[in-house]
């Protein structure tokens, strides 16, 4: 009987791994704004993106925008919401955007990708 129940809460946990990887929240189909995309981008993101400031990409360093959108937006957007240490830098969360919504720091991101000249997204 301990063990069904060890198994099926095991089962349980998988399922929502599995959900929280695969469907849900990050499966999300964003349609990039890039109007908004560079207001966001001229309010918040400038600081460091624009000449590459304490590690984080410059617009033009096109080589660092590819390493970027091979990771992927399952994976871009999601540190760009909590803040992420790579081996560059620290990207604080949102950016520095903390009224952003995820649909901002995405138009943001599509933008920046763009100004960059690397495909991106949708
Ligand atoms: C205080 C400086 C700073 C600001 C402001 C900032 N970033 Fe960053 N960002 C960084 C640094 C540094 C990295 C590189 C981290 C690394 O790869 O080591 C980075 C990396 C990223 C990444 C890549 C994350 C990954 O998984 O490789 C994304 C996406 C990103 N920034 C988006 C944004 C957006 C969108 C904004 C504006 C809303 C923004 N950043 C504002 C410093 C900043």
Not at 58 to 79: C, F, H, S
């Amino acid at each position: 009987m301990k063990k069904l129940v060890k198994l099926t809460l095991s089962t349980m946990l998988i399922a929502i791994v599995f959900a929280s990887c695969g469907g849900g929240a990050s499966k999300k189909e964003f349609v990039a704004d890039l109007a908004n995309g560079k207001s966001v981008y001229d309010r918040s993101c400038i600081a460091c993106h624009w000449k590459g400031v304490s590690g984080a990409a410059a617009l033009d360093d096109k080589p660092r925008w590819e390493e970027m959108a091979a990771k992927g937006i399952d994976v871009l957007l999601p540190n760009a919401v909590s803040g992420f240490t790579g081996k560059y830098g620290a990207m604080p969360e949102k950016g520095n955007c903390l009224d952003c919504s995820e649909q901002d720091l995405f138009d943001a991101l599509s933008y920046m990708m763009d100004q960059a000249g690397v495909e991106f997204g949708n």
